[in-house]
């Protein structure tokens, strides 16, 4: 079956613009994650969604970050007013079972986004 | 909270030659261990795991890793790299409590011919 898709593969905006990045899981993962990948920075955290519901927001970096998940199944990652900072690759995971841990979680390609 | 320390960010070794990829994890409570590969343009991919049980645990592509508890340690190796093998590799850790995977900063393995 299919992969996780993450679109676009590249986005480039101008500053203070507003992005939205969507992630397809695969079919049947309960459980969704967004990373954000900075060069030398690893792998950061910004939210997980198990089914719609996002038990922890704590990992997005301000306020002008949000996103949801709809069905069970696609997710979108919102970022309002662009900085410079924001531009990096955004990861989307899932992982099959919610809430059960040592779960394989599965990437997709990312998002490069370029903030001008 | 978990966190997890890889300690050298690129590493060249020359092909044939053996690696180790070091990974450290801090941790109050039993953990779950996984090493990511990601190849030049692609996404990351599930390399080894470690859940319970033997703490030798063998992946794929020839690469293995041991969990050792007393030393927090959960090092990557494999006795034969090939070019094939450049990549960057990443390890992480999570834990019963939650559903988070808390990923290193990575190494970057060079292969030198």
């Known amino acids: 079956g299919a992969g996780v898709s993450q679109s676009p593969s590249n986005k480039v905006t101008e500053k203070g613009k507003d992005v939205e990045l969507r992630c397809d899981p695969i079919?049947?993962?309960?459980?969704l994650y967004w990373y954000r990948q900075s060069l030398g920075q690893g792998l950061e955290f910004l939210i997980y969604?198990?089914?719609?519901?996002?038990?922890?927001k704590s990992g997005l970096p301000s306020d002008r970050f949000s996103a949801e998940r709809t069905g069970g199944s696609v997710s979108t990652l919102t970022i309002q007013r662009t900085q410079q900072e924001d531009s990096a690759v955004y990861l989307c995971?899932?992982?099959?079972?919610?809430?059960?841990?040592?779960?394989?979680?599965?990437f997709g390609p990312g998002t490069r986004l370029l903030v001008l | 909270a978990q966190s997890v320390t890889q300690l050298d960010s690129q590493v060249p070794v020359f092909e044939e030659a053996p690696v180790e990829l070091r990974c450290n994890y801090s941790s109050s409570v039993s953990v779950y261990l996984f090493w990511y590969v990601q190849y030049p343009n692609q996404g990351l991919q599930l390399l080894l795991k470690?859940?319970?049980?033997?703490?030798l645990v063998k992946g794929i592509n020839g690469f293995e890793a041991e969990f050792n508890k007393s030393q927090t340690s959960f090092h990557l190796r494999k006795p034969s790299v090939h070019i094939s093998d450049t990549a960057e590799y990443f390890c992480a850790v999570s834990d019963f409590r939650d559903d988070k995977i808390i990923f290193g900063k990575g190494t970057r393995l060079h292969i030198l011919p």
């Open positions: 969604f198990q089914g719609n519901s996002a038990p922890d």
């Open positions: 995971a899932s992982s099959l079972i919610v809430g059960a841990q040592g779960e394989t979680q599965y």
């Open positions: 470690y859940l319970s049980g033997s703490t």
């Open positions: 079919s049947g993962h309960t459980a």
